[in-house]
């Protein structure tokens, strides 16, 4: 994908670090680790062309190793988003911290708690990328986005199945974006969240 130049070397820095703390905190699959730039970085990169430009808090649920939310910090506007990433797993806490600390990223900061413990967020924009079903995920963005706020969910082959089960307790508008990473796989953009 097409970025600028210092968005490449903070990525490539980035995937160092991913490589060098993975065998002790388990960022990623270790069988995926060949496949980092693709399947992991280029993924999380996909949804910074899929949305709209805008500001204001974007808070990424269960970041994990930073995929989406480093990605996202690294690619967007610096003056964009300030980026709030919920972890509740302390060692990937402090990995993401070393992450925001070595690159730089002045708009971006680790929550180190359950999703659902943390205080409302009123945000903007919402993204997770293989954490929970798409119903937990709606009860999360209910509970943290501003009225108005637009979450973007990556999910793979079983999209269609979750959405359907979920519409058995949420009321949604859902905009299925194709993944370019995988065939089957898909950027569901929902906003309009309310209980059933």
């Known amino acids: 994908m097409d970025v600028s130049r210092e968005t490449e070397e903070r990525l ?15 960022l990623i699959a270790g069988s995926t680790l060949s496949e980092l730039e693709h399947r992991h970085i280029a993924d ?10 805008g500001h204001g808090t974007w808070v990424d649920f269960g970041s994990g190793g930073g995929f ?14 300030q980026f709030k990433l919920i972890e509740s797993d302390q060692r990937k806490g402090a990995f993401l911290r070393t992450v925001i600390r070595e690159l730089e ?13 943390v205080e409302p967020q009123n945000a903007e924009v919402a993204s997770a990328r293989a954490l929970a079903p798409l119903a937990d995920l709606l009860a999360f963005s209910a509970r943290h986005l501003k009225s108005g706020g637009t979450a ?45």
């Open 44 to 53: 999380s990169l996909q949804l910074a062309h899929a949305t709209e430009p």
């Open 105 to 117: 990223l002045k708009n971006t900061t680790v929550i180190a708690s359950r999703i659902e413990a």
């Open 152 to 196: 973007y969910f990556m999910k793979g082959r079983n999209w269609r199945e979750e959405v359907e089960l979920a519409k058995k307790d949420w009321r949604f508008s859902v905009e299925p974006i194709p993944s370019i990473t995988g065939s089957d796989a898909a950027i569901l953009k929902i906003s309009e969240v309310s209980h059933a």
């Open 12 to 26: 490539q820095l980035y995937a160092a670090l991913v490589r060098k703390w993975n065998p002790r905190i388990n």
């Open 68 to 81: 989406p939310g480093i990605v996202l910090a690294c690619a967007l506007p610096a003056d964009s988003y």
